[in-house]
């Protein structure tokens, strides 16, 4: 009995697959290729510091639970109805979108296979003018935005907590001003300073800045020479120790306070 060859025959037969056609596959690109390699987690990608860190603060946030996170309820309607004032248009239907599985089976694009060569920009334009969104789409879209948008609202922690300080001068250094900033952070509290008409101290001596609370503990937060663009830490908070001072100190050994007070001032919340 004679054979009968079963195999598909994978000769040309003259047709254009655009399956095949690699001009918008993204890996023809050397750079797109390696990011694609680096996301998806290959070992010795070469990639330049810059797409390093954006690709890994993209990983970071697609790791983030609250960016899957259900968006609310009412969200669908408010956003339809946005989208209708925008446009001058009746709301769009809202009725539930249809979350099965999409069929992934190949798009058919034999008309693009009949489109004339070096036409892909033409092509595009003519897609983007024939294109609409459609209501689920829009909805989908508006939803992924909004949780995208808390997540990084999360991330952010919101507005930092502040206060500011106005540095009067004593007797010691009459002619001297100065301001303070204080910002909460994670790691404690950053203090900002700026002053003036301080002369400069050096060779073993300095200036010393402390919070106070209202039984009068003293907290250092930070030495300097002179006042410009000064940055100082502390440990405790200005709600609870609500008066800044700046004294003149000397590397002796003593950790007390001089008492020899240049700027006071009392903070308050922003």
């Known amino acids: 009995m004679a ?4 195999s598909v025959d994978t000769s040309d037969d003259g047709g254009d697959d655009p399956r095949d056609d690699p001009r918008d596959d993204p890996r023809d690109d050397p750079r797109d290729a390696a990011r694609i390699d680096y996301l998806t987690g290959a070992a010795g990608v070469e990639l330049t510091a810059a797409d390093r860190a954006e690709l890994d603060d993209l990983r970071a946030l697609l790791a983030d639970p609250h960016l899957w996170a259900e968006p609310p309820a009412e969200l669908e309607n408010s956003v339809v109805a946005l989208i209708a004032a925008e446009a001058g ?18 798009i058919d694009l034999a008309a693009a296979r009949d489109r004339p060569p070096n036409s892909g920009s033409r092509r595009r334009q003519d897609q983007a003018r024939r294109w609409r969104p459609r209501p689920a789409l829009l909805l989908a879209a508006a939803a992924v935005v909004a949780v995208v948008v808390s997540a990084v609202l999360l991330l952010q922690g919101g507005s930092a907590r502040t ?21 909460k952070t994670d790691s404690g509290w950053k203090i900002h300073l700026e002053a003036t008409g301080l002369p400069r101290l050096d060779g073993g001596q300095f200036y010393q800045a402390w919070l106070r609370n209202a039984d009068g503990v003293q907290v250092p937060i930070g030495t300097f020479n002179e006042g410009t663009d000064v940055t100082l830490w502390a440990g405790v908070s200005p709600a609870d ?21 240049v700027l006071v001032g009392g903070a308050h919340q922003n």
């Open 3 to 6: 054979d009968h060859d079963s």
């Open 241 to 261: 120790f609500p008066t800044m001072t700046v004294t003149q100190e000397q590397a002796d050994g003593d950790q007390r306070s001089s008492g020899l007070s």
């Open 163 to 183: 206060f500011d300080v106005a540095l009067a001068p004593t007797d010691l250094v009459p002619a001297a001003v100065g301001s303070a900033t204080m910002t």
């Open 89 to 106: 248009t009746a709301p769009i239907d809202t009725a539930p979108i249809d979350t099965r599985p999409i069929d992934t089976a190949p």
